[in-house]
């Protein structure tokens, strides 16, 4: 059961039983962003800085590319339902769709169309913006999320050929978005301006923070095993959240539906990590971490955790986890 966490250079794998780690193979560009496929054993998908879409397929050890080259890739995933479909989206905001596990693809609708879009910006770069994470319906296969950076969070339920708009009352600035299979409707988002969540697939929200001391939240997972037990990143903003040495992340536990709870048993006390990748694992409980110490592990839902596995060298920016089953 490997992990891939990917950093702004490589993508390391980590082979957590054996305690050991090695640099992916065949990547030609720097790794922004990744997804397992649930689907396919093995199988996972980066995306680049300038070279498009890879795959592994021998659990990431090995890449190669499959299309969409001299596009920069923000957002991948794999669809939970359709075996070989996968989504991408790029900077300018666009989304792709292949159905044949990356040897061709097709954009879908432009999201540009939409109203909002003339108020999309990303800050660093004001004159343009980027589809930041992509999150599909567990049952559904035309129907996901679309999280621009920054703006709005749209979606579709044909697969692309319309789009709704953001609603009021909804997230902002979307960093990632997570969806369980036995609430297939309720989403629960991490977001720049805050923790978000709806019980409706997005047509209203609420934002519950009592307990979170920090209001700028970079990721989200869910217990397998639990559809109400969150865990999510966060740090005081975005210039402490994402690079090592000068960072304030930390973890979040939601322990009523009102209500956060932080998060101390294997983190740092005061916080000086990045606010760490999260992402769902296996079995009921069982959820995973990256930051730059290393791949962290928890059984309990998120209430606990211990280091799993390190690296040769430590990173400065972590761009994706994954955990292949």
Known sequence: MPILVATDREVIVIDVERSTSVSAQGLSDRPTCFAADALVHGRAWCGTHRDGVFRTDDGGRSWRSVGLAGRLIMAITASPVERDVVWAGTEPSEVWRSANAGTTWEPTSRLETLPSSSEWSFPPRPDTHHVRWIACHPLEPERFWVAIEAGALVSTIDGGRTWRDRVAGGPWDTHELAVHRNAPDTLRVSAGDGYF???DAGATWRSPSTGLDVGYLRSVAIDPGQ??????????????????????????????PERWERVRDGWPEPPNTIAPLLCAGAKAGELWAADERGVHRSDDGGNSWRRASGYSTSPQHLRGLALLL
Do not use: I, K, M, N
């Open 227 to 256: 559809a109400d037990v969150v865990v999510v990143s966060a740090s005081f903003g975005p210039y402490s959240a994402y690079v090592a040495g000068r960072s304030d992340g930390r973890l979040y536990r939601r322990v009523t």
């Open 197 to 199: 969540e709806s019980d």
